[in-house]
């Protein structure tokens, strides 16, 4: 059993890449962890725990 952790910062300390088999990039520690998960190999995804804990702030401007 594995864990992945993850913070999100959001966009403001520094902008998030997009996805690299697509266009879009996530927008939320939510869209994040699950684009996680549907990365992991089929072998992987009942072994691993992937948590992506929100540390954004939501007064803060975005660049």
């Not at 266009?23 to 869209?31: G, L, Q, R, Y």
Request: no cysteine; hydrophobic share 40%.
């Amino acid at each position: 059993m594995g864990i992945y952790l993850v913070f999100w910062f959001g966009d403001v300390v520094q902008a998030t890449p997009a996805h690299p088999n697509g266009p879009n990039k996530p927008t939320s520690a939510e869209e994040l962890e699950g684009m996680l998960v549907e990365g992991l190999d089929a072998d992987l995804v009942d072994r691993t725990d992937i948590i992506a804990f929100d540390v954004s702030n939501p007064t803060a401007k975005r660049p």
